[in-house]
Nanobody, 114 residues
Framework: QVQLVESGGGLAQPGGSLRLSCAAS????????MGWYRQAPGKQRELVGT???????NYADSVKGRFTISRDNAKNMVYLQMNSLQPEDTAVYYC????????WGQGTQVTVSS
C-alpha cells in the first residue's frame, strides 16, 4: 500500500518559516517525480513546485526565492522549506509522486497569520 504522509504544518507568523516533510512508503521515490501542491479555501489546487528524478526543480512564480524543495532518496523523503511566509500562503499542502501512477498525501494545513 502506497502512502505519502505530510508533516510539519502549523501556524506561522508573516515572515516566518516552516519546513514540511513528506514520508513515502510503498514506493521508492528515486523513480518518481515528486512535488508539492496546495489548495486554499475556495480555490483550486495549485502547483507549488516539483523535483524530478534528476534533481531538476520547478517552482510556481508565487514561491520562487522563498520556498525550496529537496529530496532524500535514501530516506524516501521529500521536503519543502518555506521562508518569508505570507498570509496568501495559507493552504493545505499536499505531497505528490508521479511516475507510472500518481499518488497524493492527505495534506497538512499551513496557516500564516499574525
Amino acid at each position: 500500500q502506497v502512502q505519502l504522509v505530510e508533516s510539519g504544518g502549523g501556524l506561522a507568523q508573516p515572515g516566518g518559516s516552516l519546513r514540511l516533510s513528506c514520508a513515502a512508503s510503498g514506493i521508492t521515490i528515486r523513480f518518481y517525480a515528486m512535488g508539492w501542491y496546495r489548495q486554499a479555501p475556495g480555490k483550486q489546487r495549485e502547483l507549488v513546485g516539483t523535483i524530478n528524478t534528476a534533481g531538476s526543480i520547478n517552482y510556481a512564480d508565487s514561491v520562487k526565492g522563498r520556498f525550496t524543495i529537496s529530496r532524500d532518496n535514501a530516506k524516501n523523503m521529500v521536503y519543502l522549506q518555506m521562508n518569508s511566509l505570507q498570509p496568501e500562503d495559507t493552504a493545505v499542502y499536499y505531497c505528490n509522486s508521479k511516475w507510472l501512477t500518481e499518488y497524493w498525501g492527505q495534506g497538512t494545513q499551513v496557516t500564516v497569520s499574525s
